[in-house]
Each structure stands twice: as structure tokens, then as C-alpha cells.
């Protein structure tokens, strides 16, 4: 007897901070803290201590589009209007609760900090609670001759410079974190040359149209470290309910072993950059490979953040017991650009 199939998906452009950015509470003074020729552009290292495209990822890039719409230095979407910053990510919010240092980009003095609030997402408390805070838990490092980087949503109470302080390339200055306008755990990373906002992917340019030359502020390592991907993956997992993008991404459907009485057997899906056209994949196999469950869409739209998810309910006999593997592939023509894969055991007993 065929079963009926769970279908649903979430999507959204995930949003920081965007202009005006208000920020900070606490100042120091405005003294260069180096003395940097201001005909040669800054060279910044990479501000996380997190493999990109491993245990972090690039969910935003600077918007170079002048009118409504959105593109990236590559030419691509991941973006919104406006943005103009760099926002790097981890997968979800167990990944954060462990700790991810967010370090200096280059050698400076902080001019300014803030601390104390929480790490909670805005579509909770909602804009209105953040009272022009948006930046949430930051710091703000003046490396002289007009340049500054702003390092934003970072963990409550992770915070550990203070304004006045002269820092290294390199030196730890808080945690990833969930704090202020945003959605996700990750850091806005933003260079900014005498008040204007660089994308340092681009370099000082005032600017930039898709194909033009660059002149990137990264240095070659982590130049190297940033390689651009438009689409990957965040996490995946199994859940007996219908999940929600904000439980799973809380970790409430991690589970080391289901029942034979669970409700259902639901594969879902985190991912950044699906396009319009792209093909989705779900493949769930029973103990001894047997095949359970396969389900195959096309995205009509294309999103910075997909949630999805696909499965059965449970047989009127309950589930076997034994391990099931649930695959996820998306398409993008006939190359595979996201492919993961998570294993449940189900179980006598409670």
C-alpha cells in the first residue's frame, strides 16, 4: 500500500543589518592607530576562525546593485538590497552555542564595543525591541588614515577587547553570535574607507558593475579561504513532525535513535544560494537498502536560504527496525551542486 507523503518547504532572503546601520555604546578615541600610507589600501586577513565551506560559509555578500535588485561581486545573488557588509555563518545554532572566534582583520586600535544583549533572532522579539541597535554585540576597530572594520552580531557576553585597545591581525575579539537585526548566527564583517562602505572583495572602487576589474583588500590567503560557491549546504536531519526551519536550526530534531511508533520519517534540508530551475532530490532508503521513499521537485524561485523537507507517515504496522539513510541532491542542470546525507536508527521500544 503506497503511504502518503509529507511535503513542505520554507524559504526566505535572510536579512542583517543594512543601511543605516546604528550602532555602539561605548567610544574611544579617534587616534590612527597605525600609519598606513592612505595611497596603498588596507590588506585585511580573515576575520573567523572557521574552515569556510566546512565549518562556516558565506551567506551574504555586498550588494553591488544600485537600483532594487541584488548582485554579488561574482556576478551572483547571494545578497539583498542594500547589504554591505560580508556575512559569514555557521550552519546552526548548536555550531554557535560551541563557539566560533571572530578575529581582527588587520592590526588597529577598537573605537568602540557593545555587549549585553541577547542572542536571539529578530523574528522573535521583532525590529521594534532593538531600539536602532541593529549591529547587536559589535566592535568597530580604527586602523587609520579614514579605515575601520565593523564586526557585528557577535554572542552576548563574548566580547573581549575594550575601546583603546590596540589589536593584532588575528587577535580574538568575541564569538559569532545571534545578536541584534538578524536571523542567523554569523558575523557582518564591513570595511569602511572614511565613512564610505568598501566591498573588500572589489577594493576602493567607487563602482562596480558586473565584469569590471578588481582590486580585492583580502590578502592571498585568505583570498584562497573565501572561494566563492553560489550554493551549498548548512545541515540536515531527521524529524518525526512536520519541522520548523527555527527548531531544526536549534538542533530540537537531533535524536540518536526514533521508535517503531514515531509519527513519521521526515528528511529535511538547510541550504544557501537555490536558484530557479534547480532540481531536489529526496532519496530515503530502509534497512537493507531497501527503497522507502524518493521524491523529486523544481524550485520555481530562487532563494539565499532554502529550508525543505520530505518523508512518509508511519505504516499502519509501525516502521522496521534498523537503519534508514536519507539523501538530499540538488540539480542544477546535470551537475550536482549540493549533495547530503544523514542515517537514523529506529528501534523496539521507547
Known sequence: MLLGSWIRSFSGVVRTIGPPVAIFIATGALTPSQAQDPARPITFELPVACEIHKDCSVQNYFDHDPGPGRVDHACGRLSYDGHGGTDIRVPDYRR???GVAVLAAAAGRVRAIR???PDVSVEVIGRKSLAGRDAGNSVVIDHGNGWETLYAHLRRESVLVRPGDQVRAGERLGLIG?????????????VRYRGRRIDPFVGPADRYGCGDAKAPLWSEAALRALEYRETGPLSAGFATVPPEPEAARNGEYRGAWLTREADALLLWVDI??????DREIFTILGPGNRPFHQDERRLARSRVTWFAYSGRKRPENGWIPGSYVGTYRLMRGDRMVVEMRETVEIRDGR
Open 115 to 117: 555587549d549585553g544583549m
Open 96 to 98: 554557535m552555542r560551541e
Open 272 to 277: 544557501y544560494g537555490a536558484m530557479a530551475g
Open 178 to 190: 545571534l545578536s541584534g537585526f538578524t536571523e542567523f548566527p554569523h558575523v557582518h564583517f564591513e
